[in-house]
């Protein structure tokens, strides 16, 4: 069965530092790939998004996202974290293709916790 | 149209109790998905609809478990005879198409929790 693993489950970073969130999946085929972020006590919102072309997509709030194939891997980064990414990331994946029936498979997430 | 509503936002019931969550979608979108997230997890796929068709339930859906999506429009989910594994939270989102440009607009949810 399609899976997803989020290697981080708690990142805790101050102000400026540099983030990577890793995200693996495991279904061969064609897929399309998403970071959703859930600020406390809000609905999750779409951070970015790959279906084709350039691997490296850029998202919102400074986000952007590198999909190796090879490596079966989307990690998240961000060159400066703020106090107000302080969030959990999920990563989500679709199964592509004929077989696409739209439903998100998620990793477990990651709790990012931004010291100010 | 403001996005995906859910009621209630909380739900406490007693265990053996029966329980049912409302979901509204945008209202162009045709498709409406459910999912289950525990402390701790990801979101866990349970079900969806095109229109008012239910295409597709997880195995995580038991018989106590059911879903209507009537008209196509909003949609319900009933747990009978609940449990204290059925706390959790429930979620919903929609989306038009099966892999939207702009990704699913997600609900804020029901937390329920069984005593």
């Known amino acids: 069965a399609q899976s997803v693993s989020q290697h981080n489950h708690h990142v805790i970073l101050s102000e400026a530092a540099s983030l990577e969130l890793g995200c693996n999946y495991s279904?061969?085929?064609?897929?399309?790939l998403f970071w959703y972020v859930q600020y406390p006590g809000q609905h999750l919102q779409l951070l970015l998004k790959?279906?084709?072309?350039?691997?490296l997509v850029k998202g919102i709030k400074g986000f952007e996202a590198e999909f190796i194939k090879s490596k079966f891997s989307f990690n998240l980064r961000k060159p400066s974290v703020q106090w107000s990414d302080t969030a959990e990331y999920f990563c989500?994946?679709?199964?592509?293709?004929?077989?696409?029936?739209?439903?998100?498979?998620f990793g477990q997430g990651t709790t990012l916790q931004v010291k100010p | 149209d403001t996005g995906v509503s859910q009621d209630p936002r909380h739900k406490i019931t007693k265990r053996g109790q029966n329980v049912t969550f409302r979901c509204d979608p945008i209202?162009?979108?045709?498709?409406l998905y459910w999912y289950r997230q525990t402390l701790g997890q990801g979101p866990e796929f349970l079900t969806y609809?095109?229109?008012?068709?239910?295409?597709?339930k997880s195995r995580l859906l038991s018989d106590r478990f059911s879903a209507e999506r009537p008209k196509g429009s909003f949609s319900t989910l009933e747990i009978q005879h609940t449990e204290q594994g059925d706390s959790a939270m429930y979620l919903c989102?929609?989306?038009?198409?099966?892999?939207?440009?702009?990704?699913?607009?997600f609900g804020s949810g029901t937390r329920l929790t069984v005593v």
């Open positions: 279904y061969g085929g064609t897929v399309n």
């Open positions: 209202s162009e979108h045709n498709r």
């Open positions: 609809f095109q229109n008012e068709a239910q295409l597709e």
């Open positions: 790959y279906f084709s072309g350039d691997p």
């Open positions: 989102a929609s989306s038009l198409g099966q892999t939207p440009s702009y990704g699913y607009t």
């Open positions: 989500a994946v679709i199964q592509g293709g004929s077989s696409n029936t739209g439903k998100l498979i």
